[in-house]
């Protein structure tokens, strides 16, 4: 057998085992980009994007408030920074769910409601009513966030969604107590600074609010735990008015 033709013959073969390697690393390749599609669903970005955008309010508002703190000792704003503390903690505690409004309408309440405290900033003039009364509004709002947040654990949410119907503690006053305390710190910081901006960014923060509340009950109404419950449970937010 002719030299040259081995050395052809052997070229070849080591073509073939290039080709082969080639399709095995492209194979390889196509394996790990399809397992990190599985992973990284647009549920699973939409989740990590909520969480990074919570806490990057949540800087936010962290840098105004202390810094308004640590030049007069007022409190009431150190509140509203604690209650939206409890936020970040259980947002990134939550569980995920699959019955979601994905409806823009509740994307754009969602979001507002998140925004609008970050936006709020302390002021120098004197406020409506003395630190110590807006503190003691603030601190009442603080608790009934704690209680409704403890008793809803994991299934805190920020998007309406069905992550569990939750009944015990100060849900057997309201539907939602949560915002019931988040309104209560929102008047007591509306009074401590009350410039025409942070009182009208927290009319539209609040009136948010209350429509994702409305969402929410949407999202709920075809479980029959819920629906039983609302017959037990008649006001969404304030005892006596709604």
Not at 44 to 56: E, I
Not at 122 to 139: F, I
Request: glycine share 10%; net charge positive.
């Amino acid at each position: 057998m002719p030299i040259a033709d081995v050395g052809l013959r052997t070229g070849g073969l080591r073509t073939d085992g290039l080709r082969a390697d080639g399709l095995r690393a492209d194979s390889g390749l196509r394996a790990h980009i399809g397992s990190l599609a599985e992973r990284y669903t647009p549920e699973v970005v939409r989740d990590l994007l909520s969480r990074l955008v919570v806490g990057a309010l949540f800087a936010i508002l962290s840098v105004n408030l202390l810094t308004d703190f640590a030049h007069t000792h007022h409190v009431t704003g150190l509140l509203l920074l604690a209650s939206e503390s409890l936020v970040v903690v259980l947002t990134v505690m939550r569980r995920r769910t699959r019955i979601v409004d994905r409806s823009a309408a509740a994307a754009i309440v969602t979001m507002l409601s998140l925004v609008g405290p970050s936006l709020v900033r302390t002021s120098a003039s004197g406020g409506l009513l003395p630190d110590a009364a807006t503190a003691v509004v603030s601190t009442i709002g603080f608790l009934i966030i704690i209680a409704g947040k403890v008793t809803l654990g994991r299934s805190f949410g920020l998007v309406p969604a069905n992550r569990g119907v939750v009944i015990g503690g100060v849900y057997g006053v309201v539907r939602h107590p949560i915002y019931a305390g988040y309104l209560l710190t929102h008047v007591a910081f509306a009074c401590a600074h009350p410039t025409l901006w942070n009182v009208s960014v927290l009319v539209v923060t609040d009136t948010a609010l209350v429509v994702r509340a409305l969402y929410e009950e949407r999202v709920l109404e075809a479980d029959r735990s819920y629906q039983s419950y609302c017959q037990r449970v008649a006001w969404h937010i304030v005892p006596g008015v709604f």
